[in-house]
């Protein structure tokens, strides 16, 4: 039995039901009077000069109400563009991508809108796009921005004068004495590991409604992973005081690290402040995929040495991603801390650069950066362990981290489930039996992630009637309303239906940092679980005096207040709640909670994948796929469960078709057709084993869910697929040609 | 001229070539209709149209004369729950519930011409929905019980 009622129980979402009847509103639902459409004229080219932009004729056409390029953007005048970040970058005298946006018009129809954008005459000068990241790091590359400089971390010598560069960060760790522990080792092994580039693929496109009234002031509608956030960057690209900007919540159609970034809400708000007029703004399925903030392309070379009885002694890695054309973020930020984390390794090297291309910019993707960098560790460990002529899984068992070890960026790994993780999906491949028949084979990978954690508030209001309504000021993208209501449910005695989630706007919400890093519920469930002891204490003192009794000696149990040792001395929440509202009662309970500053929760996990390679087409069929992961506490294991699936199922999109192709740096496969991701017939049943051991830190000892599923995917379909065919694959996607060409090469 | 939704006959002022899409949604308000691509590739428009699913951004509304459209507002009965409604509820198959009014609305036609169906007929059936947030596991359970439901109902 568990010791909770509610936590731990398999409910379904508090929203379920407003998306399974069409009511739930999304951005692209808002409707408001006298509303104008938006589009954005987009540079057919990678790398150009404009000559010469000429709005004149557009802004003739009947029915245009407001064209802004950037000339108009208040924010530009402040600052450099470089500094904008997860913002639309509207070009000045340059493009450096492909679809990159030159200019907005608001109009009376989208028709008006697009013809208007016809209008807009736009004289370009093509120049060669810098496309290979590798040439880009040359000092002899054309650079991307001339007034670029690399963001070394941590820095150089002080001082030292650097020249423009289209490396935009480069971020450098060591721990140990590298050399000596490639002397220790038995074996040495060196492979280079590619992966491309992915979009996140959420369903729901971009859209933003904007409306600006006479005191300057703009509310937004926008779907974005933070409110706040979201308010802050709008707040930078119009230059206006933050408590100008209003950001409204709406439901997210799936966001994985995308949605923070705001690709139409900042113009929509300009928009609508310069026409006076609402504006709706909303991208097509090709704008999503070619000006997004996708995942970026990477080069890994891992170098790794063990002993013959598989310790691993030393390690170092060269991980080089395809920023795209701005410095929007830093991959090195990531692998930093969750790269080699996994395993005890005394001497490591971990060296992590954004290199700038002519490309999409690249920013957060479901563990930005990590999935890259564990394909191409984990891929390695596999050879390993067939040089070794060891089980794999066994090998990293040998090596698992534990608890007390350092990790590369210095911090000392807390309590972690890892070896029960691994120990739990042995057992369940044991009792599964091998893999047997032709052109089957299994591969494992393990993942860590780090995590984040986020500054939060939370507001309980108690109800006369003896319900609550929480009140956040967070987005719900993985289910987190419904896992927080249950942390409420469980600390205030109540049924999860007494307690109604509230997402508030920026003016009403409590502060929230932003919805990444698989931080959301992890974070928030400390303040709400904060926000609840308040409750009990103000209850517990109205309690009190009903009772004639000190509040230390009330005890709160099953709704109940009653004086400790006298079951007959009792009131219930619900007839105080009652008595709060009353005219001349004590006035309303209000809960207060608040968290900053709890450290990340590390979550480490173990994947298995079962495929079938046909070897006359090449096509990789996944026909089992089993996830062990350390939960700390599952608060809704149908939640969790969800998020596993969802996140296995990204992956195997990522290593066997989803890609984006190239051409002159323009993307040519901008449509779902084109741009395959998987279908319902492509994936298996994803079996979830949860692992609960809890972490010492936060309440119920949660963990970060979200994001770790996703991150050893890529590795443990590339393994399965070499235990397959024979053949080593150190470059994804795994697409039927490559499959077919690699076993051609092998029985050649 | 003239559709009739979810029982009921409007008159629509658009031009023949709109997209059956784009009147339910700025015109009538059903925007439980979700547009994910606009090309007939994700699936999250699927309306019935005479009781078949079809995609809505790919049907010109001239062809919607004289149908009978069913979205997603018009699956529920006097302010119940469809099986299948409940059965995406029950099971966890909604996230993010983009592509849950499509997906259940490919199901219930789906259902209704083959009622027992297995686990592979029910992924071949949805297999033009795309779900980026579930791994369609839930989902295909959600649709499993949904006809085990019915089936019970039946005997
Ligand atoms: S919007 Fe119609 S199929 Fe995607
Ligand atoms: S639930 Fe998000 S796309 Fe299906």
Redesign the pocket.
Known sequence: MSKYSVVGRRLPRVDALSKVTGEAVFSGDIALPHLLHGKVLRSPYSHAVIRRLDVRKAQGLDGVMAIITASDVPGYKKRSELTFSELPHLAKDKVVYAEQPVAAVAALSKEIAEKALDLIRVDYEALPPVLDPLEAMEPTSPLIHQDLYTNIIPNPEPGKKDRPSNIAYHVKINKGDLEAGFKEADMILENTYRTQKVHHGFIEPFAAVAAADANGKVTVWTQSQGLFIARQMIAQFLDLPRNRVKVIPVEIGGAFGGKTYQPLAPLCALLAMKSGRPVRMEMTRDEVLKDSRPAPESIITVKMGVTDQGTITAASAELIYDAGAFPEMSHGMFTSSNVFCQYKIPNLSLDTKDVLTNKVPSAYYRAPGIPQAHFAIESHLDIIARRLKMDPLELRIQNAAVKGDTLPNGEILPRVGFKESLEKMAEYLKQKGNLTGRNRGRGIACGFWHGAVGSFGAYIQVNNNGSVNLILGITDISGSRTSIAQIVAEELGLPLNKVTVVIGDTETAPWATMSVGSLTVYSLSTAVYRACQDVKAQMGSLAAKKLGADPSEIEFSKGLFQVKGNTEKSISFTEIARSTAMTFGKGPVLGRGALDGLPPAPTLSVHAADVEVDDETGKVRIKAYAVAQDVGLAINPLSVEGQIQGAVTQGIGWALMENYIFEKGVMQNTTLLDYRMPTATDVPMIEVLIVEVGSSRGVYGLRHVGEPPMIPVLAAVANAVHSATGVRFKELPLTPEVVLKGIKQRDK | MKINVNGRDYKIAAKPWRTL?EVLRYELGFTGT????????????TVLMDGKAV????VFIAEAKGKAITTIEGLSREGKLHPLQQAFIDEGAVQCGFCTPGVILTAKAFLDSNPQPSESQIREAIAGNLCRCTGYDKIVRAIMNAAQAADKGRV
Do not use: I, M, R
Not at chain 2, 35 to 45: A, F, L, P, Y
């Open positions: 899409l979700k547009e994910g691509c606009g090309t007939g590739s994700c699936g999250s428009c995609n809505a951004c790919l």
